[in-house]
């Protein structure tokens, strides 16, 4: 491989890093720093001060220079950092001043993609890098950081060595019949299987907090036209994204911002109120407001609590326990929130109605995005739709479609040689279906995994990381 460089933290900025890796990192390094002693007899993992060079070897800044020799460097190949300062002109003539002496620009994830080549990282953790960069809560980065220390590589381990016991020994018997090997039988395949499927499918379990850890939950706000669904955008982002006025269908296009509830990321959109109009602009906002509910893994439906239970409000609530229903017929979790509780208080609050037309009395909540009573008590509700579970079991969640997908496919081939096993298929045609989902594991990890999935893989990625 070739020497690589790229600036990792650039400004501007009080400090600026340009990270260096490759075979001939000490050497062009050393061509560019100059300290009290050359670059390459240095002591590894030091900070050391001295002038940092520009390609006509003039001096262009003064920083700190620091090597790692490969046997215990992030990449696995001699590896330098300098700490200069941030200045995006200085940074990049540092850069500059690198390729002159022999480095060239890597390219997105290149360094931590030669940390997967060298075996300092399965792929887990290499997303796990990419999910702590991008981590937008202290939950999402806790558990990016645990599978960064090898959280869900430690929990797929058992898996693996179990179905490589039972092939193993299966193959060493046909391979060398006058050794006196113990052959794996019938009910100790089995048993293998079983235990590997019950643990992918525990496994397979953790996906859904994985996902809302990592990317959130989108969560459709809607309910009739001046219910409040604006004002409650604006009172959980904690300032004004959308526009609120007295005047009906205000809303007429979805309004996205993303808010921390209770410690779960939600991806709020505001929709245009729900209702029957002629206005083709508007008619073109409800349309979306009902795509937005549709694609929402929670909605919060809102409900104007200024509006009185009686006979000459029938109207109004006919459309709201019409929406009542569609909204509880998503089969999706959803909570309701009655709005301008400042106004009414809370006897206004119409369980009835909830528990007539949605049977989900338990979902309610009074809320005044006013005065701000009654948003902790959405926070908890959102936390107990959403729990963060065990601090424990951070960095053992399956967090993204590539890694669901591979568990599954190994699921099913153990499922699939278990059926086989169970309707008296010998154990070696049963054991195609334990290789299969040992090829799967292997696709996860990185031991198996195609050329193109590891490019895609570190495609995400920014340079210099």
């Given at each position: 491989?070739?020497?690589i460089?790229?600036?990792?933290?650039?400004?501007?900025s009080?400090?600026?890093?340009?990270r260096v890796?490759?075979?001939d990192?000490f050497?062009?390094?050393?061509?560019?720093?100059?300290a009290?002693r050359?670059?390459?007899?240095q002591?590894?993992?030091?900070m050391v001060l001295?002038e940092?060079?520009d390609?006509e070897g003039?001096?262009?800044?003064?920083?700190?220079?620091?090597?790692f020799p490969?046997?215990?460097?992030?990449?696995?190949e001699?590896?330098?950092e300098?700490?200069?300062h941030?200045s995006?002109?200085?940074?990049?003539e540092?850069?500059?001043?690198?390729?002159a002496?022999?480095?060239?620009?890597a390219?997105?994830?290149?360094?931590?993609?030669?940390a997967?080549?060298?075996?300092r990282?399965d792929?887990?953790?290499?997303e796990?890098v990419?999910?702590?960069?991008?981590?937008?809560?202290?939950?999402a980065a806790?558990n990016a950081?645990?599978?960064?220390?090898?959280?869900l590589?430690?929990r797929?381990?058992?898996i693996?060595?179990a179905?490589l016991?039972?092939t193993?020994?299966?193959?060493?018997v046909?391979d060398?019949?006058?050794?006196?090997?113990?052959?794996?039988?019938?009910?100790?395949?089995?048993?293998?299987?079983r235990?590997?499927?019950?643990?992918?499918?525990?496994?397979?379990d953790?996906?859904?907090r994985?996902?809302v850890l990592?990317?959130?939950v989108?969560?459709?706000i809607?309910?009739?036209?001046?219910?409040?669904?604006?004002?409650?955008?604006n009172?959980?982002?904690?300032?004004?994204?959308?526009i609120?006025?007295?005047?009906?269908?205000?809303?007429?296009?979805?309004?996205?911002?993303s808010?921390l509830?209770?410690?779960?990321?939600?991806r709020l959109?505001d929709t245009?109120?729900l209702?029957?109009?002629e206005?083709?602009?508007?008619?073109?906002?409800?349309?979306r407001?009902?795509?937005a509910?549709e694609?929402?893994e929670?909605?919060l439906?809102?409900r104007?609590?200024?509006?009185?239970?009686?006979?000459e409000?029938?109207?109004h609530?006919?459309a709201e326990?019409?929406?009542?229903?569609?909204?509880?017929?998503t089969?999706?979790p959803w909570l309701c929130?009655?709005?301008?509780?400042d106004?009414?208080g809370?006897?206004?609050?119409?369980?009835?109605?909830?528990?007539?037309?949605?049977?989900n009395?338990?979902a309610?909540?009074?809320?005044s995005?006013?005065?701000g009573?009654?948003?902790?008590k959405?926070?908890e509700?959102?936390a107990?739709?959403?729990?963060?579970g065990?601090?424990?079991?951070a960095g053992?969640?399956?967090t993204d479609?590539?890694q669901?997908?591979?568990?599954?496919?190994a699921?099913?081939?153990?499922r699939r040689?278990?059926?086989?096993l169970e309707g008296?298929?010998?154990?070696?045609?049963?054991?195609?279906d334990?290789?299969?989902a040992?090829?799967?594991l292997g696709?996860l990890?990185?031991?198996t995994a195609?050329?193109?999935?590891?490019?895609?893989?570190?495609?995400r990625?920014?340079v210099?990381k």
């Open positions: 491989m070739d020497t460089a790229a600036i990792a933290a650039g400004g501007p009080a400090i600026g890093v340009v890796s490759g075979p990192c050497a062009v390094c050393g061509r560019v720093f100059r009290a050359p670059f390459g007899e002591e590894a993992r030091r001295g940092i060079l390609r003039r001096c262009l800044d003064r920083g700190l220079a620091v090597r490969g046997s215990r460097s992030y990449t696995g001699d590896s330098a300098f700490h200069c941030g995006p002109v200085v940074l990049r540092v850069l500059a001043a690198l390729f002496a022999g480095a060239r620009q390219g997105p994830g290149e360094f931590t993609k030669r997967f080549l060298n075996g990282l792929l887990t953790q290499a796990a990419i999910d702590l960069i991008d981590a937008e809560t202290a939950a806790r950081a645990a599978q960064l220390d090898g959280g590589r430690r797929l381990e058992p693996q060595e179905l016991d039972v193993s020994r299966f193959y060493a046909v060398y019949p006058d050794e006196d090997i113990e052959d794996a039988g019938p009910e100790e395949i089995a048993a293998a299987l235990g590997a499927e019950e643990a992918l499918t525990a496994l397979l953790t996906c859904q994985g996902k990592k990317r959130g989108r969560t459709a809607v309910g009739l036209p001046n219910a409040g669904k604006s004002s409650l955008l009172a959980l982002a904690g300032y004004e994204r959308a609120v006025t007295d005047v009906p269908g205000t809303t007429r296009d979805t309004v996205e911002e808010v509830c209770g410690g779960v990321l939600l959109v245009a109120g209702r029957e109009t206005d083709q602009v508007e008619k073109l906002g409800v349309e407001s009902r795509r509910m694609e929402a929670l909605i439906l809102v104007d609590g200024a509006v009185e239970v009686c006979p409000n029938k109207a609530w006919e326990a019409a929406l009542l229903n569609q909204v509880a017929r089969g999706k929130v009655e709005s301008k509780c106004l009414t809370p006897h206004a609050f119409s369980i009835g109605l909830i528990e007539k037309h949605a049977n009395p338990a309610c909540l009074c809320v995005s006013v005065t009573d009654g948003l902790d959405l926070e509700a959102v107990a739709l959403f729990p963060a065990d601090p424990g079991e053992s969640f399956l479609q590539r669901e997908d591979a568990a599954r496919r699921r099913d081939a153990l040689g278990r059926a086989a008296g298929l010998t154990p070696d045609a049963v054991l195609t334990a290789e299969e040992l090829d799967a696709e990890t990185g031991r195609k050329e193109e999935i590891v490019e895609r893989i570190f495609s990625f920014c210099g």
